[in-house]
Nanobody, 124 residues
């Protein structure tokens, strides 16, 4: 079965950087569009970034555009999220998600497979 395992979360100061990784197994990684989502206490899970199967197309939420970069290495079955210029409001649990097929999606319910999440905490 599809398994997604996130890593790289932790504590960072405002203005700092973190790099998240999502290791995928049990799937043909290059056949899946991938996304990053986040969820804060009391809030709904929200879209952060998405990437096409080849990595040639990327999409970002307005709140992270210009600060976060999504990328993937299909040879390593790994998805990344480089987070720079972190803000306090970026504090959340970050999840990677996989969606079979070519279409990019921005809603959580359009992704069938999810990781367990990794906590990112930004101190102000």
């Amino acid at each position: 079965q599809v398994q997604l395992v996130e890593s790289g979360g932790g504590l960072a100061q405002a203005g700092g950087s973190l790099r998240l990784a999502c290791a995928a197994s049990g799937l043909t990684f290059s056949s899946y569009a991938m996304g990053w989502f986040r969820q804060s206490p009391g809030k709904e899970r929200e879209f952060v970034a998405a990437i096409s199967r080849s990595g040639s197309s990327t999409y970002y939420a307005d709140s992270v555009k210009g600060r976060f970069t999504i990328s993937r290495d299909n040879a390593k079955n790994t998805l990344y999220l480089q987070m720079d210029s972190l803000k306090f409001e970026d504090t959340a649990v970050y999840y990677c998600a996989a969606r079979y097929g070519v279409r990019i999606a921005f809603a959580p319910d359009e992704y069938a497979s999810w990781g367990q999440g990794t906590q990112v905490t930004v101190s102000s």
